[in-house]
């Protein structure tokens, strides 16, 4: 190997230096709350399998039918000759479920953004985004070379004002459900200005599709929403649904638009029809009666798991999803306490800047359905016991 460039040692060293340094670890087996770490066992409180449909026996199911059906690879993207009937089955449940005319797969949810915000963004038209959003959203404004205009997180007034400045015509973009927070957007009143001020308005609900609103179908449904209030809709498949992928959900006019110059829907290989025919799967499940209860078991364990907190020391964030953070500020407090947690065999990655503003380092306990009273007791002892000295 030739001699790397000074700057990649330092910028690592850099980051070592802050508490900042980053790296995998491996999970063995599959994605449940009982997981199994270089050898020993945890129960794990961040994933965002809110559900526990990543490891359900009836997407297994599914899973091992279709591929005999469809086999593994799609071979090309949608346009060349990657779209099957699974990609179409699935885009036809979606538009049904959420009611809108049409929805476009995308291979994840990054993409889905990337592709839509810098579709619709444009240096004559300005990007109006909540200072919380996703970097996905971030990252596609910055492709479309328009202008990033950031307002004060879930601040209506804030973001009033920067629609009065703005261009015309242009783009308000915000999260459902906040992901390092767990809040949820004033999207009414978000949708009231957005119309007010001719703006087009997106929401990215990757942590509210599945687990809120009646049938699971997200923080639009939750504030009585429909796409005649707001017309653009990302959803991400790798969360509450348990698959791999994404979706836009849209009218046929805006989807036509996105198909013709989203690039990282044009560009690239289409999901796996086997991931699509689970993911229809799931979709399916999420609107019956056991998704119904699914949703039930989680609401309680978070009622249960805010409750018992009320006497903790720090502060629990005011979210009522599945996203429970833990502010703790100083990211070697945060290593230190999830350190600490570990040792009593409990699993919560520290969640530090640059994915939270500076000062602001958590603990990020996601709480799923597939957790146990048990398990949500003894999250709860690991933090009494992990509290800085
Ligand atoms: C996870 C996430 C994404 C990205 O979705 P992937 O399918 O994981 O690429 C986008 N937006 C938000 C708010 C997310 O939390």
Same mark, same amino acid.
């Not at 538009?95 to 579709?119: I, P």
């Given at each position: 190997?030739?001699?790397?460039?000074?700057?990649?040692?330092?910028?690592?060293?850099?980051?070592?230096?802050?508490?900042?340094?980053?790296?995998?670890?491996?999970?063995?087996?599959?994605?449940?709350?009982?997981?199994?770490?270089?050898?020993?066992?945890?129960?794990?409180?961040?994933?965002?399998?809110?559900?526990?449909?990543?490891?359900?026996?009836?997407?297994?199911?599914?899973?091992?039918?279709?591929?005999?059906?469809?086999?593994?690879?799609?071979?090309?993207?949608?346009?060349?000759?990657?779209?099957?009937?699974?990609?179409?089955?699935?885009?036809?449940?979606?538009?049904?479920?959420?009611?809108?005319?049409?929805?476009?797969?995308?291979?994840?949810?990054?993409?889905?953004?990337?592709?839509?915000?810098?579709?619709?963004?444009?240096?004559?038209?300005?990007?109006?985004?909540?200072?919380?959003?996703? @970097?996905?959203?971030?990252?596609?404004?910055?492709?479309?070379?328009?202008?990033?205009?950031?307002?004060?997180?879930?601040?209506?007034?804030?973001?009033?004002?920067?629609?009065?400045?703005?261009?015309?015509?242009?783009?308000?973009?915000?999260?459902?459900?906040?992901?390092?927070?767990?809040?949820?957007?004033?999207?009414?009143?978000?949708?009231?200005?957005?119309?007010?001020?001719?703006?087009? !308005?997106?929401?990215?609900?990757?942590?509210?599709?599945?687990?809120?609103?009646?049938?699971?179908?997200?923080?639009?449904?939750?504030?009585?929403?429909?796409?005649?209030?707001?017309?653009?809709? !990302?959803?991400?498949?790798?969360?509450?649904?348990?698959? @791999?992928?994404?979706?836009?959900?849209?009218?046929?006019?805006?989807?036509?638009?996105?198909?013709?110059?989203?690039?990282?829907?044009?560009?690239?290989?289409?999901?796996?029809?086997?991931?699509?025919?689970?993911?229809?799967?799931?979709?399916?499940?999420?609107?019956?009666?056991?998704?119904?209860?699914?949703?039930?078991?989680?609401?309680?364990?978070?009622?249960?798991?805010?409750?018992?907190?009320?006497?903790?020391?720090?502060?629990? !964030?005011?979210?009522?999803?599945?996203?429970?953070?833990?502010?703790?500020?100083?990211?070697?407090?945060?290593?230190?306490?999830?350190?600490?947690?570990?040792?009593?065999?409990?699993?919560?990655?520290?969640?530090?800047?640059?994915?939270?503003?500076?000062?602001?380092?958590?603990?990020?306990?996601?709480?799923? @359905?597939?957790?146990?009273?048990?398990?949500?007791?003894?999250?709860?002892?690991?933090?009494?016991?992990?509290?800085?000295?």
């Amino acid at each position: 190997m030739p001699k790397l460039p000074d700057w990649i040692e330092s910028s690592l060293l850099e980051r070592q230096q802050s508490n900042l340094m980053r790296a995998p670890v491996v999970l063995a087996g599959a994605q449940t709350p009982q997981v199994v770490m270089d050898g020993k066992p945890y129960v794990a409180f961040c994933s965002n399998d809110y559900l526990g449909l990543a490891n359900h026996p009836r997407l297994i199911k599914a899973l091992k039918q279709s591929v005999d059906e469809c086999g593994v690879g799609s071979g090309a993207s949608h346009l060349v000759i990657g779209h099957t009937s699974s990609h179409e089955k699935l885009e036809n449940e979606i538009a049904q479920w959420l009611g809108c005319e049409r929805v476009l797969l995308f291979s994840a949810g990054y993409m889905a953004n990337l592709g839509a915000v810098a579709a619709l963004g444009h240096k004559t038209r300005d990007v109006i985004s909540d200072k919380l959003n996703h @970097a996905s959203l971030i990252d596609g404004a910055r492709l479309s070379d328009s202008r990033l205009r950031r307002y004060v997180h879930n601040d209506v007034a804030s973001c009033e004002r920067l629609l009065k400045k703005s261009l015309e015509g242009s783009l308000l973009i915000t999260d459902g459900v906040f992901s390092m927070d767990g809040d949820m957007a004033p999207l009414a009143n978000l949708s009231s200005i957005a119309q007010k001020y001719n703006a087009l !308005m997106m929401v990215d609900d990757a942590h509210g599709i599945g687990c809120v609103g009646r049938l699971g179908k997200g923080s639009m449904e939750v504030e009585g929403l429909d796409f005649n209030d707001i017309p653009l809709l !990302m959803g991400t498949f790798g969360k509450a649904i348990g698959t @791999a992928g994404a979706f836009v959900a849209t009218s046929n006019v805006m989807a036509d638009y996105l198909t013709q110059f989203a690039r990282p829907y044009i560009y690239t290989t289409a999901m796996s029809p086997v991931m699509a025919s689970i993911t229809c799967e799931s979709v399916s499940l999420l609107q019956s009666g056991e998704g119904e209860d699914l949703r039930g078991k989680l609401e309680s364990n978070i009622c249960y798991f805010r409750r018992k907190m009320q006497s903790f020391p720090f502060d629990l !964030m005011s979210s009522p999803t599945a996203i429970q953070p833990i502010l703790i500020g100083e990211s070697s407090v945060a290593l230190e306490m999830s350190e600490k947690l570990k040792h009593k065999g409990i699993w919560c990655a520290a969640i530090r800047p640059p994915t939270v503003p500076v000062g602001s380092s958590r603990l990020r306990i996601t709480l799923s @359905a597939s957790h146990s009273i048990d398990d949500i007791d003894s999250l709860i002892n690991a933090l009494e016991y992990s509290l800085p000295s």
